[in-house]
C-alpha cells in the first residue's frame, strides 16, 4: 500500500517543476539571446506561467492532499518525508497573503522597478519616494500577513521566504559581532595596503581570450559542460536547470579579473545546482536550501578558492597564457601580485563593487535599515539620512544628497524583495565555515588547490552539500557539513588570516 | 453585454498561447543551444507542457463554452466568430481521439523514429518493418477515429490536421495534372540542361562570411531582427513565436548555396510569422494558415523570389564581395551563372535535396503510397516494392534493395504524421500562383527585385496572405489574395518559363 495523497502530490510538484523550466530557460533566453522585440511577449508568457504554477501550489485540494499524506498511517521514508515539508512550506508561501495584495505589491513593485532605471540615473530622489513608499507600504501589508499565517514576527516571515527556518534574533547577534569587528579592521587593512605595490595588468583583453580564460578555469574547478553553458548577459546570474545550468558574465576589454571572478562566483552557484540529488530533482526536496546556501557555494567558490594565493598559483600561468600581450609588464602575472590585486580593500559606495571586507556592512547596514522599515520604526521618506548616518559610521563616507550611490543603488526594495538582503553575508560566513571544515577533512587541500585539483573538494561539498539539497533545514545541513551552526569565529578568522597575515 | 462564454475561451487559449510560447523558445534552444546532457530533462518538460495544452484543450468545460458561445444571442465580430471557429477545430482535434490512442501513437512513434535513425544508417528494413507496422496501424486506427468524429473519410480526416478544410478529391485532381506533365517535362530539361556550361565557385567559404552573407539578404528581403534571430542547427527550421521568431540554418564550408537558400527559404516562412495579425497572436484566429500556406511563404520567397534571375542579379555582387577568393574564377559569380547553378535539374533519390522539378514526383508518390496505407489497400510489407515501381515510373530509377534512399529516408512515417507529405507541392503550387498575382498588381515587379526593392512586394503579402492569420478558409484564402483556389496552370506555366525559356 502506499500514501496515494503524497503520490499525487510528487505528480503535482512534478508539474509544477516542468513549467519552471521552461520559465527558467525562457528567463535566460530573455537575458541572453532574446532580440529587444521580443520582450513584451516573453514578459507576458513567464507572467502567465507563473500565474499558473501559483493557481496549482495554492489549489485547496493542493492544501487538502498535504494534510491528508501528513495524516496518513503510511509510513514515508525520511527524504519522503522532508519533501512533504518542503511542499508545506511552499504552500504556505503561497497561500498566506491574499491574491489581491499579490497583484497590487506586483503592480507596484514593477512600477517602481521600471522608474527606478531612470529616475536613479538622474539621481532623483523625489519622485521616487512615493512609488517605493507604495511598495513598502504593501510589504508591511505582506509581512503582517505572512506573520499571521506563522508564528513568525512581520519581518522573519519576509526573511524565511529566502532563508526558511532562520530568524532575525539569531542574525543580529551574528551581525553585532561583525559591527563590533569590522570597521576598525577596515581601518587597519586599508593603512596595511597602503605600502604595497601592486601592478595592475594593462589591456586591452580581447574578449575572445577572455571566454577561453573562464571557460578553461570553468572545467578546471569541476563544472560540466555535458549539462551546462556559459554565455553574455547585461548582469551576471546562474539560471537554467539542475540538469542544464546557464550561467553569464560580461566582458570588459580594459578589465579582465571582474569577469573571470563573476564567471568562477557563478560557477559555484552551477556546480551546486549540478550536484543536487539526482533522485529529487523533480521535487522540491531535490532544490538548494536557500539563497544563503547558495550565496555560500558561489562564495565558497570566489572568496574561499578563486581569490586565495594557492588557487592564483595554479592559475597565474593559464591567465598570463591567454592574457599577455606586449604592453603588460611580465611581473603583473605572478601569483603574489595577481593575489594582491584580488585582495584591495577600499571602503566605497556600491555594494555590488565592493570588496570582501567591506561588503558586510553594505549588508548590515541595509538589513537594520529594512527591519525598521517593517516595523513602522523609519519612514521611507527619512531613508536618505539614515543611510547617510550609517555610511559615515560603518564606511567614513558621506551620501548626503548623493542618492544614486545611496539609498537609491540597489534593485531590491523596489519590487519590495526585503529579507534578501541578509543572505549575502550569511552565504559569506557559511562559506568560510565549511572552507575550514573542508580543509580539515581533506589532507593537503591547499597544496591541491595549488596543483589544479580540485576533485577531493569537490566530493566533499557534493558530499556535505549539493546532494542533500533541502533535505536537512539550513541549521541542520550547516551542522551536517561542519559539526555546528553557523558562527561568526571561521569568517572573522579568515578575514584575519587572508588580509592581515 | 458581452459573450462571456466567448470571452472565457478568449482566456483560457491566452493561457495556452503562452504556454506554447515557452514550449517553442524550449524547442528552439534544444535544437541550437542546449548542451547533450540537457536532452532528457527538456524532453520531459516539452512532454509534460504538451499534456497540460492538451489537457486545457480537451477540457470537457471547453467543450461546454465553445457550444455556449456559439449558441449565445450576442453577436461576435467577424473576426471572434473566426476565431471561435478555430477554437472549435482545434478542441474536435484534441477530443476526436481516445487518449490510450494517442498514448499508444506516441510511444510507438518515439520508438520507430528513435530505431530509425540508426537502421536508416544500415539500410535495415527487416528490424524497421515491425516498428513502422505497429505505428500504421495505430495511425490507420486514428484516422478512423478521426473520420467518426467528423464527416471525412479517414484519410482526409489526417491531412485535415494539417490542411484544414482541404479533401483529397480535389487534391487527386491536381495531382494527376502534374503527374501528367511532369515526368516528360523533367526529361526535355535534363536534355537541354546538358549542354549548359555552369561553373561551380570552389570553397573553402568561411562560415562566418557565409553566416554574414545570410544576415545581410534577410535584412534586405524584410526579416525584422528586431523581432527574430538566426542560428545554427542540425536540422534548419523556422521556430519560436510570431513576436521573437527563431530561424536556423547549418553551414558547410564546401557549398555556401545549399544554408543560403535555406536561410532565404526559412525567412520566408518567418516573414509570415511577422507579418501575422498583431491584435490576434495570442488567439487561434491568429496564427499561421496551415502547413501548405506556410510552404508557399518559404517557397515563394525561396524558389519565386531567390532562385530567380532578377533576384541574383541583384544579390550577386553581394555574394561575391563576401565570397570571392583567389581560387573562384571571377565568372562563377555571374547572375547568369549563379541562375543556372541555383536550378539545376536532375532526378535522384533523396526528396529533400531533390530540385523544384522533380520534388512534387517524390511528393505525390509518398501521397499515393500513404492514402493506399490508410485505407488499407497496401500493406506495409509491400513499401519497398511499390517505392521502387514508383521511382522507375516517375523519375527513372530502381531503389531495389536501397531502402536507405527509399522508403526509409524520411521521418514523417515514423512517428506517424501520414497526411502532411502533400502539403510541400500545395505549398509551391499557392507559391506560383501568389507570385503571379503580386506580379499583376505590383507595377514593375522584376526590376524592383533586381534593384533589391522589396517593401512593395512584401506590403503586398502582408495585406493578402500575412495579416489574414487563418481568419480565412485556405480556399478563401487564396480567392482573397489571387482571385481563385488553387489551380495548376500557374505552377505549370513558372515551370516552363524558368526551365525551358
Redesign the interface.
Known sequence: MSNTSYTELEKLF??IY??Q???S??HW?MAS??????S???G???A??SV?INELISDTRTGDLIQSAQQSKIELSDWQTANLREMHRLWLNATSISSELVKAKALAGSQCEHAWRNLRAENNWQDFQPLLENVIDLTIEESQQRADASSLSPYDALLNLYEPGQKSTAIDLIFSELVEFLPAFIQEVVEKQADEAVIQPTGPFPIEAQRELGLTLMQKIGF??????LDVSHHPFCGG????VRITTRYSENDFSESLMGVLHETGHAKYEQGLPEDW??QPVGSARGMGIHESQSLFQEMQIARSLPFLKFSAPIIQSLLANEQTNEQCWSAQNLYQLNNRVKPDFIRVNADEVTYPMHVILRYEIEKLLINRQLAVKDLPEIWDEKMQQYLGLSTAGNYKDGCMQDIHWTDGSLGYFPTYTLGAMNAAQLYYAADKAIPDLCENISNGEFEMLNQWQKEKVWSMGSFYSIDELMIHATGEKLNTRYYINHLKKRFLS
Chains 1, 2 share one sequence.
Open positions: 512534478n508539474r516542468q513549467l523550466h521552461l520559465a530557460i525562457g533566453d539571446m532574446m532580440p529587444a522585440g521580443g513584451q511577449a516573453r507576458e508568457a513567464l502567465e506561467v499558473i560540466n559542460f555535458e549539462h551546462g553553458r536547470v539542475a540538469e542544464d530533482l523533480n
